[in-house]
C-alpha cells in the first residue's frame, strides 16, 4: 500500500471518530435537556383560573415540563412545605407567609408579583345591598364567611377589616369559618350565609354572587402575591423559570383579565 493511500486512510478514520464523538455528545446533551420534569406547585385557592390558563401557554413552549397544581389557603401550603411535602414552588396571597416560609429555611428568592381587591359579596338574588355605611352591612347580617384567618389570607385581611372597624368581638359569634378562599364564595353564592369576605377576583368568577361593598384598602395590610422556590427541590432551575414567567408581561395580561393587579 503507497504512503498516500495508507495516509488518507488514517485520515478518514480520525475524521469519523471525531464525528462519531460529536454526534454522541449532542445527543446526550439533546437527552438531558429534553429529559421530562414533574414539579409540584402549590398555589393559593384564588389563582386557580388564571394559573390554569397561564400554564396551558406555558407547557406549550416547555413541553419538557409538567406543573401539577395543588390550591389550597396559603397558610396551608406554607405548613405543608415546612412539615416537608414534596413542594417545589409556591405562590402565596400574603407577604407573612412568604415571610415565615423564608425564616423558617424552606423558601427562597420571594417575590411579588401581584395585588388583589378584598370585597364583601352576597348570593346575587338576596335583598342586600350596597350600602354607605360598611358597619351597618356588616351588623344586619345573620351568618358572615370569612377563611379561617390562622391559614388563609383573606381572612386574615377579614379579621383585621373588622378590628378596624371595632367589630371584631361584636360580630364573632355570626362567623362562619372556610377552608380557603373558595369555600367562602361557595357559602355565599349558595346563599349558606349572608356576606362573605372574599377576593374581587374570585367574585368575578361566580355569576351567583354580587359584589356588596369593595373593603377600602387602609382597613388591612396590602394584599400581596409571591412566588418562591422551596429550598428542598431538586427542581430549581424549572421552578425559577416558572416563577420569572408569572411575572412576565404575557402572564399579567391573563392575571389581568381575572381581576389580579401587578405588584410592580
Same mark, same amino acid.
Not at 396559603?74 to 412568604?98: N, Q, T
Not at 345573620?142 to 373588622?162: D, R
Not at 356588596?212 to 402575591?225: C, F, M, S
Given at each position: 500500500?503507497?504512503?498516500?493511500?495508507?495516509?488518507?486512510?488514517?485520515?478518514?478514520?480520525?475524521?469519523?471518530?471525531?464525528?462519531?464523538?460529536?454526534?454522541?455528545?449532542?445527543?446526550?446533551?439533546?437527552?438531558?435537556?429534553?429529559?421530562?420534569?414533574?414539579?409540584?406547585?402549590?398555589?393559593?385557592?384564588?389563582?386557580?383560573?388564571?394559573?390554569?390558563?397561564?400554564?396551558?401557554?406555558?407547557?406549550?413552549?416547555?413541553?419538557?415540563?409538567?406543573?401539577?397544581?395543588?390550591?389550597?389557603?396559603?397558610?396551608?401550603?406554607?405548613?405543608?412545605?415546612?412539615?416537608? @411535602?414534596?413542594?417545589?414552588?409556591?405562590?402565596?396571597? %400574603? *407577604?407573612?407567609?412568604? =415571610?415565615? /416560609?423564608?425564616? +423558617?429555611? &424552606?423558601? !427562597?428568592?420571594?417575590?411579588?408579583?401581584?395585588?388583589?381587591?378584598?370585597?364583601?359579596? @352576597?348570593?346575587?338574588?338576596?335583598?342586600?345591598?350596597? %350600602? *354607605?355605611?360598611?358597619? =351597618?352591612? /356588616?351588623?344586619? +347580617?345573620? &351568618?358572615? !364567611?370569612?377563611?379561617?384567618?390562622?391559614?388563609?389570607?383573606?381572612?386574615?385581611?377579614?379579621?383585621?377589616?373588622?378590628?378596624?372597624?371595632?367589630?371584631?368581638?361584636?360580630?364573632?359569634?355570626? /362567623?362562619?369559618?372556610?377552608?380557603?378562599?373558595?369555600?367562602?364564595?361557595?357559602?355565599?353564592?349558595?346563599?349558606?350565609?349572608?356576606?362573605?369576605?372574599?377576593?374581587?377576583?374570585?367574585?368575578?368568577?361566580?355569576?351567583?354572587?354580587?359584589?356588596?361593598?369593595?373593603?377600602?384598602?387602609?382597613?388591612?395590610?396590602?394584599?400581596?402575591?409571591?412566588?418562591?422556590?422551596?429550598?428542598?427541590?431538586?427542581?430549581?432551575?424549572?421552578?425559577?423559570?416558572?416563577?420569572?414567567?408569572?411575572?412576565?408581561?404575557?402572564?399579567?395580561?391573563?392575571?389581568?383579565?381575572?381581576?389580579?393587579?401587578?405588584?410592580?
Amino acid at each position: 500500500m503507497s504512503k498516500k493511500l495508507l495516509l488518507a486512510g488514517v485520515v478518514a478514520l480520525s475524521a469519523g471518530l471525531i464525528l462519531t464523538g460529536c454526534t454522541s455528545q449532542s445527543s446526550a446533551k439533546k437527552t438531558t435537556t429534553d429529559k421530562p420534569v414533574s414539579i409540584n406547585y402549590s398555589a393559593a385557592a384564588s389563582l386557580q383560573g388564571a394559573l390554569t390558563e397561564i400554564d396551558k401557554t406555558y407547557e406549550k413552549s416547555h413541553q419538557n415540563v409538567k406543573i401539577n397544581f395543588d390550591f389550597a389557603g396559603s397558610g396551608a401550603i406554607r405548613e405543608k412545605v415546612v412539615a416537608g @411535602a414534596p413542594i417545589d414552588g409556591v405562590f402565596l396571597a %400574603s *407577604k407573612s407567609d412568604a =415571610d415565615k /416560609l423564608t425564616q +423558617a429555611g &424552606k423558601g !427562597a428568592d420571594a417575590k411579588a408579583v401581584l395585588g388583589n381587591t378584598l370585597v364583601l359579596v @352576597a348570593n346575587k338574588n338576596t335583598s342586600v345591598n350596597s %350600602s *354607605k355605611n360598611l358597619t =351597618d352591612t /356588616l351588623n344586619a +347580617a345573620k &351568618k358572615i !364567611a370569612i377563611g379561617e384567618p390562622s391559614t388563609v389570607p383573606a381572612g386574615m385581611y377579614a379579621e383585621q377589616t373588622l378590628a378596624k372597624l371595632g367589630l371584631a368581638t361584636s360580630l364573632k359569634p355570626k /362567623l362562619v369559618m372556610g377552608s380557603d378562599v373558595t369555600q367562602v364564595l361557595s357559602y355565599a353564592a349558595a346563599g349558606n350565609v349572608d356576606l362573605g369576605f372574599v377576593y374581587k377576583t374570585d367574585a368575578m368568577s361566580n355569576k351567583n354572587v354580587k359584589v356588596v361593598d369593595n373593603i377600602p384598602d387602609n382597613l388591612h395590610d396590602a394584599i400581596t402575591y409571591y412566588t418562591e422556590t422551596v429550598k428542598d427541590t431538586k427542581h430549581s432551575k424549572e421552578v425559577k423559570a416558572f416563577n420569572k414567567y408569572l411575572d412576565s408581561s404575557a402572564a399579567q395580561k391573563v392575571f389581568a383579565k381575572y381581576g389580579f393587579k401587578s405588584a410592580k
